[in-house]
Every structure is written in C-alpha cells, then in structure tokens.
C-alpha cells in the first residue's frame, strides 16, 4: 500500500477555492499517469513531489467540504490508485535492471552525490546527508506507555464452605433372619432356599462354581433377572453363598463353608448387603452373550434347571 508524505506545520501561504483545488488535483493526476509510461530515475522523485502537492490540496479541503463535495475525495482516491500503479510499473523495470547493478559503480555515484551535496569536504564523507532518506526504508517502532507503580490490591472475599453432611445409611431391605426355616405360604422365601439348594447341589457336583450373570439371567424377562439379583444378594447378606471372581475375572458364585457360616454368625461380623446395577442395555448384551433359550432360575413354576 502506497504510504502518502505529508509536510508537518506546513500550510499554503494563499488558499484555494474549491474549484481551483479540483483543477489542480486534475492537472496531477494527468502527469502522475504520465509517470508510468515513461519511467526513469527522476520517476520517484517527480511521484512524490505529485503526492505532496496533493496532500496540501487534502490538508486545504475542509471535512464539511468533504462531505457535502466528495468529488475531491474521490480525486484524492484515485491520485492514490493511480499512484500505487505507477509504483508498480516502476519496480517490474527496476526488476529488469538488478542483472546490471554494479556494486563498485553505485558506490562512486553515492560518493560523488555526498560530494555535490556537502558544503564542507571531508573524509570520511558526510553520511548524515541521507539520514532523511535512509530513515524512510526502516519501519518505525510503535510508542507505548505502560502503568507505572502497582494497583492496590483487592479486598479478599470470606469464601462460605459448604459442611459436609454425612449420608445416612439406605435402609436394608429386610428379609427373615433365617431363610430355611419359612411357612410353606410364603412363596417368594421357598424360592430363595431353593436358589440356595441348587447353587450348593451345582457345586458338589461339577466341583466348580456358577457363572453369576448365567446363573441370575432371563433371557425374555428383564423384571425377573432383578428378581434374581435381589434372590442372590439375601444370600451373600445371611453368609449363604459368596461372590467371587474366577481365575479368568468373571463373577462366580460358590456356597460357603461351614467354617465361612460360624464367622458370619459372629456378633461382630458386619451384616452387608449390596445388589448389582443393571440396566435394560446390559441385559440385552448379555442376553447376546450367553445365547441361553431357558433361565437356570425358572420363576414361573418355581423349578430349577440348568443346561
């Protein structure tokens, strides 16, 4: 992007009317187009002698004759455009030129400048002649200003901890204290015994324990395979059977010895009970899982089988 010089504290002795400033800004931009068509070493130099004297007829142009007039914005726009383009031209035909540069004939020429240039000779020469053209190609660093000394510090707020409150147990769900000896009546006691027999028969048989999930699965009743989770877990609570994992990290059910039942009949023993979370897409993977066509536990008529 073209950048634009402008002369600081620098006015027009005489200004101009609004008329003679649009015919002035024409007359540049009709020489500024006529830089690029013949370009040569005056070319910068003439370009921006063009921008100045725009920048004047700019500084001139009230912001009240701006908005009412925009003619003269949009000639300052177009000085700008065609600027740029006359800029352009000029750096593919100095591109043309890098192959002849000679680095011993440009420091003649820059010494001869100086020379020409200098009132006083002198060696070395006087190479603050072209501090104010050198100054130009380097980008000047943005000023900033920073805070000095330090905030004062703000008051600290009394942070109110919650207290902690301690859950109180979930009540057990109570079942009798003794499991075997029940009233024929009571159907849902009978069954957990029968569970209790059958586990205990399975394993003295086979001499190894029941697969958990094979043993508690419905493969058609998600209702019922809870209600055998809840028939396992009164036994772990009353010390029946034990839950265990095997030597391939499935869950596995085996009864306990008699050793096992006289320390969970201690007084001191603690009484636990825990019940598995399932859900219906659990029951589903496990249903795909183990294939069965009948239960191990049969609820409906309260018999027990296994595959």
């Known amino acids: 992007m073209l950048k634009k010089y402008s002369k600081s504290n620098e006015t027009s002795p005489t200004l101009r009317s609004p008329l003679e400033r ?11 187009e006529s830089l690029g068509k013949a370009v040569n070493d005056k070319t910068i130099e003439e370009l921006k002698t063009y921008i100045e004297e725009t920048d004047m007829i700019n500084a001139e142009t009230s912001l009240e004759e701006k908005i009412n007039n925009q003619e003269v914005v949009l000639l300052d726009s177009e000085m700008m455009n065609i600027s740029s383009n006359v800029l352009k031209h000029y750096t593919r035909s100095f591109k043309k030129l890098v192959c ?4 011993t004939e440009f420091a ?32 000047t660093t943005a000023q900033y200003s920073t805070l000095l000394g330090t905030l004062a510090p703000l008051e600290k707020k009394e942070i109110k901890r919650k207290k902690l409150t301690v859950k109180e147990p979930q009540a057990q769900i109570k079942r009798p204290e003794n499991v075997v000896a029940v009233e024929e009546e009571e159907k849902g006691v009978e069954h957990t015994v029968r569970v209790s027999k059958f586990i205990s028969r399975y394993y003295k048989v086979n001499q190894k324990p029941l697969d958990f999930f094979k043993f508690i699965l419905h493969p058609n009743d998600f209702g019922k395979t809870i209600e055998n989770i809840l028939q396992i877990s009164f036994l772990v609570r009353d010390g029946k059977v034990k839950i265990m994992k095997d030597a391939s990290g499935i869950l596995s059910i085996q009864p306990r010895t008699k050793a096992m039942l006289t320390q969970t009949n201690v007084k001191d023993s603690p009484n636990i009970q825990n019940v598995i979370n399932i859900n219906m897409e659990q029951w589903k993977i496990l249903k795909n899982i183990y294939r069965l066509e009948k239960p191990m536990i049969e609820c409906d008529n309260e018999m027990l089988h296994a595959k």
């Open 108 to 139: 003649q020429k820059l010494m001869q400048h100086l020379k020409q240039h200098s009132n006083v000779e002198s060696e070395p020469p006087d190479w603050s002649l072209l501090e104010s053209d050198v100054v130009r190609c380097f980008k």
């Open 100 to 103: 002849s540069y000679d680095q």
């Open 22 to 32: 649009k015919e002035t800004l024409r007359k540049i931009i009709t020489k500024t």
